[in-house]
């Protein structure tokens, strides 16, 4: 079932839009510059990047055929300086190849369910709504959330649930999904709703919102193979980046933001021995963070989106090749060996990669 495009467009509201296109812009006004939206979706944050900047090159990928329909609809005006592609996010490295680009130069990752996945009730990412067990970004390819729930060994969807969704019932809910797949297949939302509501004592319903919400997100990131994905993801969008390009993700739960953060931190860090004085050709940090940990959303924004509210965001700068990560040996900070001979920082020192707002 179709969605009207105009109707879309007046309630989707892209996520920290302002706070983005802060971070962002010193990559952005670049000559020549190109930005990759990995999650394009229905192309929010990429219509005000092309409005914004208009000499910009955009590449926005998306596995939703849907979503890419809507975004090349809403960003048709741009269409001389847009290439749109059904594309799954770890795929960067085929889609600038094909382009024959070397390199992007600013990058948005806006992880999760889109804003049309949500919407559509027929999707089925919506435990709110009743549909078939669906769940696929890409509906082109792939499994189904109704196969896994019907098909897969209990002890692999026990593990499913507690690995993806942190769900600490999920021994409960699992006896009680073979329980009735036994009886008659699982099909809808709704009935899984139930049951997994049926599953949870009655004491913890009463708070963190609706009890079926961990197994859903556990459901979706399996069908969509999404924590995998990112995993191979952003190292591949770090190694795409431009000296003095820039970097911003969102994510919206704790699994996710994980990720990133282990492959952001991992490159703000020199990768030599630590006791050499001099920091070695091309074992320096390549990588700046530009915010200190992750952000949140600030009030007024949940407020004119509540979908914002879980929101943590990380964005990084990629250093230029002088600043130590190829070329000649270069001092490190210097270190204090108060405290028994720890080595730490002297103080007023920086760490290499330290946060800046």
């Known amino acids: 079932m179709g969605v009207d495009m105009g109707e879309l467009r007046g309630t989707h509201v892209p996520v920290l839009l302002e706070r983005c296109l802060e971070l962002l812009t010193p990559a952005l006004q670049r000559p020549g510059a190109v930005h990759v939206d990995f999650t394009l979706g229905l192309g929010g944050h990429a219509e005000a990047v092309l409005e914004r900047f208009p000499e910009v090159v955009l590449v926005g990928l998306d596995r939703d055929t849907e979503a890419l329909a809507h975004s090349r609809h809403r960003l048709a005006k741009f269409a001389g300086r847009t290439h749109l592609e059904h594309a799954v996010y770890d795929e960067l490295p085929r889609v600038l190849d094909e382009l024959d680009l070397a390199v992007f130069h600013s990058g948005l990752f806006d992880l999760g369910v889109s804003s049309l996945q949500l919407d559509e009730a027929d999707r089925g990412f919506a435990y709110a709504q009743d549909a078939s067990l669906d769940m696929r970004m890409d509906q082109t390819s792939g499994f189904t959330a109704e196969q896994v729930v019907n098909d897969y060994e209990p002890g692999e969807l026990v593990r499913i649930l507690r690995q993806y969704g942190e769900e600490k019932f999920a021994t409960r809910i699992v006896s009680t999904i073979v329980r009735e797949r036994q009886k008659d297949r699982i099909t809808s939302t709704a009935r899984l709703s139930e049951l997994v509501k049926a599953s949870i004592p009655a004491a913890a319903r009463r708070t963190g919102g609706n009890p079926a919400k961990r197994t859903f997100q556990a459901l979706r990131i399996e069908v969509n193979g999404e924590l995998a994905t990112l995993e191979a993801a952003v ?59 992750s952000e949140p959303p600030t009030e007024q924004e949940v407020a004119d989106n509540p979908r914002a509210a879980s929101v943590k965001l990380r964005a990084v700068e990629r250093l230029d090749r002088h600043d130590g990560t190829t070329g000649a040996a270069r001092e490190r900070p210097r270190l204090s060996t108060t405290h028994g001979g720890q080595g730490r920082l002297r103080p007023g020192a920086r760490e290499e990669g330290e946060g800046q707002a």
């Open 235 to 293: 190292p591949a969008a770090l190694d795409a980046l431009a000296p003095k390009g820039r970097l911003v993700v969102m994510s919206y739960q704790s699994l996710e933001d994980r990720i990133v953060k282990r492959a952001l931190t991992a490159r703000t860090r020199s990768t030599g021995p630590v006791d050499l004085p001099v920091e070695l050709p091309g074992t320096g940090p390549t990588l700046r963070l530009l915010t200190k940990g």
